[in-house]
């Protein structure tokens, strides 16, 4: 069975901190996506990342970083100096074989001035 | 690109009438689309797999008798939740899969439809 656990369910910052999100999954399929996508208060999903099994280089965009580690089974994200704007739920999913999205319970992140 | 689009963005409806909500992609073929729902403060639960022409295939759990899923073209899916009750209110996520495109397993939302039942 496939399942992502993102064990914290609400963090607050003060703007500029840094701040990681958690990612821990499970599956058995060698071939697997894993993704980020942030919520905002609108509701839209926004994709942040895409990674697959066999891409382990940690990856920077901007303020944002992921680390990926297969032989801990977590994919962490991290923002940078926060900024108000990063204010939302943040779901980490898996994808394998079937193609079914399976999403964490997803981080509630504050983000205060 | 890969724009997909939803309408209504929300709906208000008394309890015992049906709803229908429309995903479309709009400058991208998708032979599956995905419904998903979200309850308050909940994460997305996949509720079915809707394939061009075919049947939905449905999670364990979800009546398909109670949330009909029609795909019948390339850019259309549509969702319909008959006899809606309060219980069904919920913010419904549809995402489209693209045919041609390079994003292995990667789906596209579309803006969600926020369903209240009265």
């Known amino acids: 069975a496939q399942k992502v656990t993102q064990a914290q369910t609400e963090i607050s910052v003060v703007e500029k901190e840094d701040v990681t999100l958690d990612c821990v999954y499970e599956?058995?399929?060698?071939?697997?996506?894993l993704f980020w996508y942030k919520q905002p208060p609108s509701g839209e999903l926004v994709f942040l990342i895409r990674?697959?099994?066999?891409?382990?280089q940690n990856e920077i965009s901007g303020r944002y970083s992921w680390n990926f580690q297969k032989s801990t089974s977590s994919f962490n994200f991290t923002i940078t100096a926060s900024q108000v704007v990063d204010s939302a739920v943040y779901f980490c999913?898996?994808?394998?074989?079937?193609?079914?999205?399976?999403f964490g319970t997803g981080t509630r992140l504050q983000v205060f001035p | 690109g890969a724009v997909v689009s939803q309408h209504p963005s929300w709906v208000i409806c008394k309890s015992g009438t049906s709803v229908k909500i429309e995903c479309r992609s709009l400058d991208f073929q998708a032979t599956t689309m995905f419904w998903y729902r979200q309850f308050p403060k909940q994460s997305l639960m996949l509720m079915a797999t809707s394939n061009e022409g075919s049947k939905a295939t449905y999670e364990q759990g979800v009546e398909k008798d109670k949330f009909l899923i029609n795909h019948a073209s390339l850019t259309l899916s549509t969702l319909t939740v008959t006899s809606a009750h309060p219980e069904d209110s919920s913010f419904y996520i549809c995402?489209?899969?693209?045919?041609?495109?390079?994003?292995?397993?990667?789906?596209?939302f579309g803006p969600g439809t926020r369903l209240t039942v009265l």
């Open positions: 999913a898996l994808s394998g074989n079937t193609d079914k999205l399976i």
């Open positions: 990674r697959n099994s066999f891409d382990e």
């Open positions: 995402s489209a899969r693209d045919l041609g495109g390079v994003g292995m397993n990667e789906q596209f």
């Open positions: 599956t058995r399929d060698t071939t697997y996506y």
